[in-house]
């Protein structure tokens, strides 16, 4: 009888226990309610006070508060998008022009902010405080991991048996890539690129030139011929094409012949997928991928070791690596693309850009002095289907013979542009950037619309 009384007591109080323990470990891991978060956070609650009040200011949906932003009264204040001002930037100037100039991402923008929670990151004053790892690299293995995991869900890159070297955006990649194909050469070697290119490809290889390579502007690259050679020759190709956004190969062919491929907008937002890419040297951008221009953070795919060491040794002599606050944030963005099957940030801007392409082909199918590029529609991997164009930039061209210079034409009707010449290609084509805010693109095809509307013998819809 005695037996059974203290079975009994020990297994209530087994029960008991285990009960208490279910309780706490509900309590700490399921519950989530803001009672346990302000138990459980410390010297993060006003840092993330902070970031939510400036968040709530709402600018009136045409700008943003910023903490490292304007301040007033020990206050911040908006920062309004173009052609809006005031406090609360709720005024708009009815003849300010719409500027197409840049590749400014904020078409993503909207994106994060419905994202805000698995975005937002957090970071100590004690945080990544050396110069390496704990492994003496620069580099979060972490960020490399899932900067792979999200090419395998674009399915655009092939990243087995590549290394992966990160830089301060693709612009740094771009002239660690040519430094490095350029060691050991017979002799210099020449940098090319088919025209219309991204004008950068010049700007930089001239501004970096040495007695190892030179932008060779005397020859005349076609990307509808090859071009056979025996020389030194280090091609530059982006794919999809900035500012076509027509996919390209190099043209370039000869046994020394070394190619850059820059996929900055190669993902399915901006192009069809036909296969993933498998070069020996790919770049890309979290800027394209993101929308972060800011956080300058790109990455280069590589084959050869030696390549992958040579570029390396560039990065890191320019400044010892990627800032970790970058590379913290990137990683975060990774994590919060990869939530549940990864695509809805593609499916989202697929959406945007498609939309914004169509419009503004609607738009220039009622004139007869502009026209647009063409794209065709192509089989994406991504998507599992025929998929029509979404590219990042419109490229214009004046149609009329006397229209000789098609910035000066688009300006006289208000829209800033890009001119043809910096692309390396006559001024009768600007380029047009579709990549901004929507205030930027909505007053881009007001202006846009008025433009067609004055010409003689305009269509109507």
Aim: proline letters at 3%.
């Amino acid at each position: 009888m005695a037996n059974e009384k203290r079975i009994f007591w020990y297994s209530l109080l087994l029960l008991a226990s285990v009960a208490l323990n279910l309780f706490f470990i509900t309590n700490q891991y399921y519950l989530g309610t803001d009672q346990l978060k302000s138990q459980k956070l410390s010297w993060s609650l006003k840092a993330a006070a902070e970031a939510e009040a400036v968040a709530s200011i709402s600018c009136s949906g045409h700008g943003r508060a910023f903490l490292d932003g304007l301040i007033a009264d020990g206050k911040p204040i908006c920062e309004c998008n173009t052609c809006y001002g005031g406090s609360d930037c709720s005024v708009f100037s009815t003849d300010c022009s719409a500027d197409a100039n840049s590749g400014d991402p904020l078409f993503l923008e909207p994106f994060w902010m419905e994202h805000a929670a698995s975005s937002a990151v957090l970071i100590s004053g004690w945080h990544r405080m050396s110069y390496t790892f704990y492994d003496k690299s620069y580099i979060s293995q972490q960020l490399e991991n899932h900067v792979r995991r999200v090419h395998e869900v674009a399915k655009n890159a092939v990243t087995k048996g590549k290394y992966v070297l990160f830089g301060g955006g693709s612009t740094q990649l771009l002239a660690a890539a040519v430094y490095a194909l350029s060691m050991n050469l017979s002799s210099p070697a020449s940098v090319v690129a088919s025209s219309p290119y991204y004008p950068l490809y010049k700007f930089q290889t001239n501004y970096f030139e040495n007695k190892r390579f030179k932008f060779d502007e005397d020859t005349s690259l076609s990307s509808n011929s090859s071009y056979n050679t025996e020389a030194n020759v280090i091609e530059f190709v982006t794919s999809p094409n900035n500012p076509d956004g027509n996919l390209k190969e190099a043209v370039s062919q000869g046994p020394l012949v070394k190619v850059i491929y820059d996929h900055a907008y190669y993902w399915p937002h901006f192009s069809a997928i036909p296969s993933p890419a498998n070069e020996d040297v790919m770049i890309f951008t979290m800027s394209k991928l993101t929308g972060h221009a800011g956080s300058r953070i790109g990455w280069a795919l590589i084959k050869d070791e030696q390549v992958y060491e040579d570029m390396q040794t560039y990065i890191l002599v320019s400044e010892m690596g990627i800032s970790r606050e970058a590379q913290l944030r990137a990683l975060q963005l990774m994590k919060a693309i990869l939530n549940g099957n990864g695509t809805d940030i593609f499916d989202y801007a697929y959406k945007k850009m498609s939309y914004r392409w169509k419009k503004l082909s609607a738009i220039v199918s009622l004139s007869s002095r502009f026209s647009i590029q063409e794209i065709p529609p192509l089989f994406c991997n991504f998507f599992e289907k025929v998929r029509g164009a979404s590219p990042a930039y419109a490229w214009v061209k004046c149609e009329r013979e006397e229209d000789t210079n098609c910035n000066e034409v688009l300006r006289a009707g208000n829209i800033i542009g890009r001119e043809g010449s910096l692309f390396s290609v006559e001024n009768r084509y600007v380029r047009l950037s579709l990549l901004k805010s929507d205030d930027d693109f909505n007053l881009l095809m007001d202006h846009l619309s008025k433009l067609v509307a004055e010409e003689d013998g305009a269509k109507t819809a």
